[in-house]
């Protein structure tokens, strides 16, 4: 189910205005579509268990409208296009039931399809469908597709589309223009890292509550610190994952004060993040459980807080025939999605055929790829290994027994 709010906004409308409607849609779910300044859609589907019925639903969105001075239009429908256009050609509240949107939407005029989209968009569509004489959108509805297709193109389809109430695309949600940010004045300045943990629990527990209602979580994670000299300090954390844990947010990002402390008291702290779709984890019956980011997350901080940033982390190869090199690259948690391959050999440097035969399947795999070794640098106490590609397995089976023909003879 989808509902749509629709208040006329000029142009000239400040942008407080023009978002209250997209406000009042947000409070009600976190997949929000903004068409343009005044006209926004929202999924509305699971909040039968919290408000009741379509029409019980609807009488909320118009009240909370009310409460805001906004004497929007409040459409409820089975379709998204249909509960656009009966939320801008009907004023007050209408709610269709699923199956009955194209009989709802026949007796209205076609003036409302030019509403949802802009004349340079449908301009000739609409001058075609005005010469032919077409006034509601039933009489588009029921025009042949074939035909209607021949002489306008691909838009005729999808206005008829839209005038029989079916969706051309599915609702694209978006987050929040505004940015996410708590902020908080302290009356005498903060020193030590146990008084402004309670601060930031204060901050980040509102905070958390914001992106649980929008559905979204933090990656990048801002906090200014205003000092007593009025100097501003300003440290960001990029997160391994989205995560909105308010407990797991205030602890990393009092590790990296611990680490990096500041250098007076505080009197002003700013958190402001930067969001992504929150993660949704699906569990294997039978894979090993991997610990949650925001488990490790925590670890890693202390753990370069107690040894130092640059000696925590994950090895990683380096292009280097020096005993021992490698790199510390960031620790990342890697679910292994597909089977490992089997590694091949190559001799002499040159690529070579994996044939894999028996007496049913047969299989050539593709020439892997020419490998230059390069020659050991002068001195070197180690020999050079052969390097080594992946090459997938094909699966065989086992030939089958001929079949039995009478009995064995003694």
């Given at each position: 189910m989808f509902a749509c709010l629709s208040f006329p906004v000029p142009a000239s409308a400040p942008p407080e205005i023009s978002g209250a409607v997209e406000a009042v849609a947000r409070e009600f779910s976190p997949r929000v579509e903004v068409h343009k300044p005044g006209l926004v859609t929202l999924d509305i589907a699971g909040l039968g268990r919290l408000l009741g019925v379509p029409e019980e639903i609807g009488r909320e969105l118009q009240e909370a409208c009310a409460r805001r001075s906004l004497p929007a239009s409040v459409a409820v429908a089975a379709t998204r296009s249909a509960a656009m256009l009966l939320a801008v050609g009907k004023p007050g509240l209408t709610v269709v039931p699923a199956g009955e949107e194209r009989r709802r939407l026949a007796p209205m005029p076609l003036a409302c399809l030019g509403r949802l989209v802009s004349p340079l968009d449908g301009g000739r569509v609409f001058g075609a469908l005005d010469r032919w004489g077409l006034k509601t959108l039933g009489d588009l509805a029921r025009l042949p597709a074939a035909a209607l297709s021949a002489r306008i193109g691909q838009d005729g389809l999808d206005w008829q589309r839209l005038a029989r109430g079916e969706d051309r695309q599915p609702l694209v949600a978006r987050p929040?223009?505004?940015?996410?940010?708590?902020?908080?004045?302290?009356?005498?300045?903060?020193?030590?890292?146990?008084?402004?943990?309670?601060?930031?629990?204060?901050?980040?527990?509102?905070?958390?509550?914001?992106?649980?209602?929008?559905?979204?979580?933090?990656?990048?994670?801002?906090?200014?610190?205003?000092?007593?000299?009025?100097?501003?300090?300003?440290?960001?954390?990029?997160?391994?994952?989205?995560?909105?844990?308010?407990?797991?947010?205030?602890?990393?990002?009092?590790?990296?004060?611990?680490?990096?402390?500041?250098?007076?008291?505080?009197?002003?702290?700013?958190?402001?993040?930067?969001?992504?779709?929150?993660?949704v984890t699906q569990f294997s019956l039978l894979g090993r459980a991997l610990p949650f980011p925001e488990q490790v997350a925590p670890l890693l901080a202390r753990l370069a807080a107690l040894v130092g940033e640059g000696r925590v982390g994950a090895p990683g190869v380096v292009d280097s025939y020096r005993p021992g090199a490698f790199v510390m690259a960031p620790f990342v948690i890697r679910e292994q999605s597909r089977r490992p391959f089997d590694s091949a050999d190559l001799a002499q440097g040159r690529g070579r055929r994996a044939e894999m035969q028996n007496a049913e399947c047969r299989m050539q795999n593709a020439e892997v790829q020419r490998a230059a070794e390069r020659p050991p640098a002068y001195g070197s106490s180690f020999s050079i290994l052969h390097s080594q590609f992946s090459i997938p397995r094909a699966p065989c089976r086992p030939p089958p027994l001929p079949p039995a023909r009478g009995r064995a003879r003694d």
């Open positions: 929040p223009a505004q940015p996410i940010e708590e902020q908080v004045d302290l009356d005498w300045p903060v020193e030590g890292l146990e008084p402004l943990s309670f601060v930031l629990a204060r901050l980040f527990e509102p905070l958390a509550d914001r992106l649980e209602r929008l559905d979204q979580a933090a990656t990048v994670l801002h906090a200014t610190f205003r000092l007593a000299s009025r100097a501003t300090e300003t440290r960001t954390l990029q997160l391994p994952a989205p995560m909105r844990d308010p407990k797991v947010l205030r602890t990393l990002i009092l590790l990296h004060l611990e680490s990096h402390p500041l250098g007076a008291g505080v009197d002003r702290v700013t958190v402001r993040v930067e969001t992504a779709q929150a993660r």
